[in-house]
């Protein structure tokens, strides 16, 4: 008896070992996929640690203010004489967290939501779908503007939050359509039939199925979320509190002038280029989210 | 036992500006399936014999008339009090390819319901495990290169087997098989259908058959009961097998007519029946419902023929004018 | 019109398709012939590789898959295998008819059936456009349709039976004389599928065609073909006069598909599924009988060596068992 449960436990493992073996395979059947891989990996470790290998003022060398590039200076200096690649290191920081924040509230709300629209139905997805089209109708940036007024944006979290609950109605009307056609298909029928729990048919039935789809929203409204407040910034509405990358392509535009003269272009081109990077890493990943999660295409 | 009485559906489809449009998808049909034993729906796409299926594995309801579950009344019941009733009910589908989660392993799909019936009744996770190897035998596969499989690693054949082991776990009165070979390949149709026969006869499981393939339906049993369904309405009803031998209604004899003769290994009937045709088949509300296309309607035709039973036919039908015609192809050893 | 219909020799006909395990196989050294003015029925399962012939009859088999041996010859038109764009186009349609399968659903939903012929006709350079819609009118009639009223309907207007009468039209408007119909009566009604197969019966023999029909259903065959291939694996097992095969089929193949169709009449407990299941292009065996896996006559040197195709009178058959029988 003990040994069909350790039997369990076991299948359980090698499932789990299965999957991430799949994952590999997955990855290694494109080259540009690790690339991708790599590059968003790449990013964590910069969001995370990056910081961390400078100081909390980083020096100013007065002399060498809009540096060109150099050995010593990659992407040259600021108006401040700031080197301008440890900025887009320490910038970050607050970058990707926000972004983060705003994808997984995106998600998990759009998601919820409309996986609840689609399954209820009834009265309960008419409400939440007028909702999610009222929520639809209000212009994202205005609002952000005219709130931006009144609260300053100097934690990531908060951003990333306010980006996260003006943006899930996207996710929800998408989850919901794949909710209502799944919900047709006969293995969700039979497990009613079958007499089993609403949590298992969500959790255990339907999630799963859409998890391709809801991995890719997931790392598309991250980078969304990097374009909404580097915007934000570059517009110069919010209070120059954090060191970011928004920030510094106003300085480079506004303040150095990089539009019109080299100086500063590389002032500016260092968080443009990491914010093409991060899209490029993102988008060569999301490449591969269909056949991670389909066990037929992962295995073959 | 599981009866129907003067079961309707009528389906409101969303319309023009001008309104909505009824689909009369059933229009007071009576059925009786006792326990352990075997029936078949036949009719064509669009007759009901689906919808009437799902209303009785509970996934559809019905606007009137009476489904009872061992004597006990649907309607009666809470949708929560029901359900108890309809997981005896087990629906096998048509496409053993949707009917599998693509995400799950066959251990996981048989685990799912095996875990909820463990806890309802204090078994032991080790029960568990023993249940699912068992119904994947009784289904003919082997538990042990199966379970750990995903569907897309399975044939059709064997998909169709896994579904009816999901089904088993429940320990179900019924199944309801919806065209359940039609998407199975041809050199292994019959191994599905012996399976359900067998299922009958080894676990008293009942099954009710929902097919246009005339011919499939005598593989579950000879005890079985044929109903034959048209726009509704059933049209003829008795043992699938003078059904087929002496059909008396015009519409069973059309649909079995037109099944194609194994010329070579058979002779076909002699007089068979081909339905008028016309642009419109089946609008019209009034009279026999068959009557547009009979090739012998009468005067009485206008109104609507009841089932009944008339002296010297065996089985009940809902014609005016019955009349045994030999029909159906005979093997050529015979003649 | 009559006397034109074509004959087709098909001979040693390989294609094959790219997979990451390499190109395989979906028909193999196939060999057959059609007579002008007969109709000649494939049957096959899933993955036997009919619909994939059916195609190389148009040299229309799409990548990845590549005809990679063989010839198609047809008459009046010579080795389609050759044919290359405009003459291939020009072929299709005008000597080659192409009824698809699910035919029901291959017609355009944004157009009229009548914009559709008119179409057909313009891409094939029809200067008397009046008179090909006239042809597609009475080829509907002829088909018991109302003519002028489907030419004037979209594609949900019309019946599933309908449908597929609008794309036999299709494929014959244009006085093709070869005919093919990839799976003709699937998904449509019994009594529906007998008025089509009674309509491809009447229409080859009127306008003096050479058809092809492919099947799963061995009830279609057996209705409307005089001769009968049978495939399986990607290789013809067996043909010959479809009356001959089945009242006596010699492969083993044959004589297991026949038995395992679920019979109106007669003794039901002589059926039984045939073991096993059928090949997909990955586990078709590289050497040896493809079918000897489910076969109850298999010798040793079914694992070796791959049959051939041997004539016995009208009957072509390739199996071992069979030829030692015939022989001894």
Redesign the interface.
Known sequence: ?SS??L??TS?AA??RRNFWRGVWRVMKRKPSRLVGAVIVLGFAFMGVFGPMFYPDVLPRDTSRLYAPMSAEHWFGTDGQGRDVLAQVITGSRYVLLSALVTAVITVVLGTAIGLFSGFKRGRWDTVLMRLTDMKLTIPGLPLLLVLSTVWSFGSAIEMGLLLGLLGWGGVARAVRSQTLSLRE???I?????????TT?IVG??LL??M?PYIAMNMLIAVTGAVYAQVGLFFLGVLPYEADNWGVMLNLSVFGGGALTTTAALPYMLAPLLAILLLTLGIVLVVDAMDEI????LR?? | MITGEGIVKTFKQRGNVLGAREVRALRGVDFAIPKGGAASFIGESGCGKTTLGRIIAGLETYDAGELTVDGLAMSALKPKQRQPHFRKIQLIHQDPYSALNPTRTIHQTLNAPLTLRAKQTGRSKAWIEERAAEVLSLVGLDPGSVLARYPHQLSGGMRQRVVIARALTVDPEMLVADEAVSMIDVSLRLGILALLKDLRERLGVAVLFITHDVATSRYIGDDGELYVIYRGQVVERGPVDTVIADPVHPYTQSLLSAIPVLHGLERPGEQPVAPVESMEDGQDESGCLFAPRCPFRGERCGERPLLQVTEGIAQEHACFYPERRSVVARPMSEV | MPGQAPGVRIDGLTVVYKTPAGELPAVRDVSLRLEPGTITGIVGESGSGKSTLALSLLNAVQPPGRIAAGSVDIDGLGDVVGLRGEELRKARGRHVGYVFQAAQNSLNPLKTVGKQVLDLGRSHGVEDLRGLVRDAKELLGRMGLDGARVLDSHQHELSGGMRQRVGIMLALVLNAHLVVLDEPTTALDMITQANILKIVREVHAERGLTTLVITHDIGVVAEVADRLAVMYGGRLVEQGPTRQVLGDPRHPYTKGLIRAIPRLTGDISEARALPGRPPTLATVPERGCVFRDRCELRMDVCETDDPAATAHGDRIVACHAVKVREHA
Request: no cysteine; aromatic share 6%; proline share 6%.
């Open positions: 008896m069909a449960i039997e369990t299948t090698t499932m298909r006969g293995f029928e039979a497990a009613r039939g079958l007499g089993l729990s298992h255990k039935e799963p199925s998890a999660f389909n066990p037929r295995e073959e």
